[in-house]
């Protein structure tokens, strides 16, 4: 048995959100824009959201015994939730379009492996739109082994209106993807130009 291979899952189907019936109109509305998504099926506590072929890919549950959590940056819970795009293009137009909508990430970064932005719901979840750095998974934990990752295992903050210029440009994206080289940085607070340092302890 200990040599015997393990089922693992052929894909995500979806993933499930509670929130409170004060939250819950701005969460359905914020992840229909975020997601480019539709409603599946909806009734007075819970909406099912797809954006693909799956029967749905989130649902938003609302109900009054459920509480927000108190304090985010402490709590042991998931932190975020990534989703992949195919280019720095579907990127750029993605931050655009969200913008235009009232959502703007609170942390766009390239982590080496990914080029990301950030963002969080009206409950404060965290979700990440990414483009995969490399063409192949390998050259991403190759990436991923190296001293430089090592020492900036975080990644290196991004310049919006930079990003948005040189791929508006027709720059080659392997050159953006290019992680500059800044160093130790061994938390999203240190040498960013998007966080202060919280609180001792958070």
């Known amino acids: 048995m200990a040599t015997e291979k393990l089922i693992s899952p052929a894909s995500i189907g979806h993933f499930g959100i509670r929130t409170t019936p004060d939250k819950f109109e701005a969460m359905v509305q914020w992840h229909l824009d975020f997601f480019g998504g539709h409603v599946v099926l909806r009734n007075s506590n819970a909406a099912f959201i797809a954006w693909d072929d799956e029967h749905h890919r989130m649902v938003i549950v609302s109900d009054p015994s459920h509480q927000q959590i108190a304090n985010r940056p402490a709590a042991a819970t998931v932190y975020h939730i990534a989703f992949t795009l ?71 903050d991004i310049d919006i209106d930079e990003f948005l210029g040189r791929v508006r440009s027709g720059e080659d994206e392997a050159a953006i993807k290019k992680r500059p080289v800044i160093g130790q940085r061994l938390s999203r607070y240190e040498n960013s130009i998007y966080f202060e340092r919280p609180a001792e302890g958070l």
């Open 86 to 156: 195919n280019s720095l293009a579907d990127l750029a137009t993605s931050y655009e379009q969200k913008k235009a909508r009232g959502i703007l990430p609170h942390w766009p970064v390239n982590h080496g492996m990914s080029t990301s932005m950030y963002y969080s719901d009206p409950d404060g979840n965290e979700f990440e739109m990414q483009v995969n750095n490399f063409d192949t998974s390998q050259e991403a934990i190759a990436f991923m082994a190296t001293p430089e990752y090592a020492q900036n295992p975080i990644g290196v």
